[in-house]
């Protein structure tokens, strides 16, 4: 199961891969800079609107899997399992490495 730490991760790296600071990303979604470095750091407990409200600045879905899927996903992420291309070019859009 995907924990605060990890959203928090993925919200900190979308943001730095689109070169926007964390006041600014704040400020579009509507919330203070503190609520932000608390949630990117896995120590806040953010409101549901505002997390949408982030990953619609972030141009970010929020996906909701079966638990069924979510050992697959681990296994591709830690690069355990044969990276699907649209593994690839989802980690390329992250910010995070691989992709073509």
Do not use: F, Y
Not at 46 to 70: F, M, S, T
């Amino acid at each position: 199961m995907t924990n605060l730490q990890d959203i928090g991760h993925r919200i900190r790296t979308a943001r730095k891969a689109r070169g926007i600071t964390a006041v600014a990303l704040a400020a579009l979604a509507g919330m203070h800079r503190n609520t932000l470095l608390a949630l990117e750091t896995g120590r806040g407990n953010i409101e549901l609107v505002k997390l949408l409200a982030l990953c619609e600045e972030l141009e970010l879905d929020l996906l909701l899997l079966p638990r069924q899927a979510a050992p697959l996903r681990a296994a591709e992420a830690q690069g355990l399992g044969s990276q699907t291309e649209l593994g690839a070019r989802l980690q390329a859009l992250m910010g995070e490495g691989g992709g073509t």
